[in-house]
């Protein structure tokens, strides 16, 4: 009894400690943007689900939080999950115009039934940079699914977000009047280019000067003011993902435009 008396008091002080990194992180990362109430939403998921800030499984996306894939293949990890089916809904799928359904299935433990989520990707839904790999994004989101619903998760999931995935036919803003090729800038609703550009340079601690040459040079201009704004929607996914995955491959990356910076100077 007194063992589980103190591996009670030893989780609640993990989470405590969770908690005020957190707090802290987020303020590092999205600074003044962070209000009070979204601090207070932060400490309530950090304590039911044990999301990590610093471990890229929640982030702040305009003005409201949002789960990762990654934080939620980890909670699945921490509550001991006992597996994941996959399928594809063959009746939906049309491989030749780019688009898959797939439906996950979660069992928490043997005895559960299971509960299923549904995931779908084409190209009307997903960005320019992942073309050709939507079914991947289509599983992608079905795990994602099912995983909220068997673990309770009221909030969306990071990659289940159509205009985050940069895709130009996702959003409100065909519909909106044409705008200079280099504004970057946002009147529907969603955070302005610029805004996520800085929340992932600071959340990831990435160097300023560099992601800008890296942004010119993946978009092909001059510098990344002059490009238009579905080219810089791509960079932002690509960067995200690329920090998320595997970020000292990034910085390794980045680290050859300083190279570069050096010698045109």
């Not at 304590?47 to 293949?73: D, K, M, P």
């Not at 299923?116 to 073309?131: E, F, H, I, K, Q």
């Not at 955070?191 to 993946?218: E, G, M, S, T, W």
Request: with cysteine; net charge positive; aromatic share 8%.
């Amino acid at each position: 009894m007194q063992y589980n008396v103190c591996m009670r008091k030893t989780e609640t002080n993990e989470t405590r400690s969770l908690t005020r990194l957190n707090r802290r992180y987020a303020k590092e990362v999205w600074g003044a943007i962070v209000s009070q109430r979204q601090l207070r939403q932060l400490r309530d998921l950090t304590e039911r689900y044990g999301f990590s800030v610093a471990g890229a499984e929640i982030q702040l996306l305009n003005g409201n939080w949002y789960v990762t894939h990654a934080g939620l293949l980890r909670l699945a990890e921490r509550k001991h999950c006992k597996g994941i089916r996959v399928q594809q809904v063959r009746e939906f799928c049309d491989p030749a115009a780019g688009r898959w359904v797939f439906k996950a299935t979660i069992y928490k433990n043997s005895s559960s039934k299971g509960f299923a989520g549904y995931g779908d990707a084409d190209p009307s839904n997903t960005s320019l940079l992942v073309r050709g790999a939507e079914m991947r994004v289509a599983e992608t989101r079905a795990v994602n699914r099912a995983l909220r619903k068997a673990f309770g998760i009221g909030i969306c999931s990071v990659e289940e977000l159509g205009w985050l995935a940069g895709s130009p036919g996702s959003t409100k803003e065909q519909t909106l009047p044409a705008k200079a090729p280099n504004q970057n800038g946002s009147n529907n609703g969603q955070p302005r280019l610029r805004d996520r550009l800085c929340v992932l340079i600071r959340q990831y601690n990435l160097d300023p000067a560099q992601v800008k040459a890296f942004a010119a040079d993946f978009c092909g201009t001059p510098t990344l003011r002059e490009a238009n704004r579905e080219l810089v929607e791509s960079f932002i996914s690509h960067l995200a993902t690329s920090a998320r995955e595997n970020r000292a491959a990034l910085i390794c990356k980045l680290n050859s435009y300083s190279q570069l910076m050096e010698v045109k100077s």
